[in-house]
């Protein structure tokens, strides 16, 4: 098991920019598959963005893709999401997740992960 805290969330205007992050600790960080997800009130989780163990094939949601980068720091075991142009439909609570990989594989349904965190809250006001 890795536990995963967020943070990051918080107020901005629309068009501004917010950067998430998720500190990880416990298990070996490297080998998890990692991947952000949100859940606005009302509305199913959905997946918003993915990363490999290896850093590398970032995969997005298309409702994201061109404003948002996830990357991960292997060194400080933590994985961001830089939200840029956020825009009114965007607000939610946002979470990390990881699942154990043994292969760069991209991981983007919410049943492949076995480890989530606590969520943090993004607000966008217009």
């Known amino acids: 098991q890795v536990q995963l805290v967020e943070s990051g969330g918080g107020l901005v205007q629309a068009g501004g920019s917010l950067r998430l992050s998720c500190a990880a600790s416990g298990r070996t960080f490297t080998t998890y598959a990692m991947g952000w997800f949100r859940q606005a009130p009302g509305k199913e989780r959905e997946f918003v963005a993915a990363?490999?163990?290896?850093?590398?094939?970032?995969y997005y949601a298309d409702s994201v893709k061109g404003r948002f980068i996830i990357s991960r720091d292997k060194a400080k075991n933590t994985m961001y999401l830089q939200m840029n142009s956020l825009k009114p439909e965007d607000p939610a609570v946002y979470y990390c997740?990881?699942?154990?990989?043994?292969?760069?594989?991209?991981?983007?349904?919410?049943?492949?992960?076995?480890?989530w965190g606590q969520g943090t809250q993004v607000t966008v006001s217009s």
């Open positions: 990363i490999s163990w290896s850093g590398s094939n970032p």
């Open positions: 997740a990881a699942a154990p990989a043994w292969s760069p594989r991209i991981l983007t349904k919410i049943a492949e992960y076995d480890n």
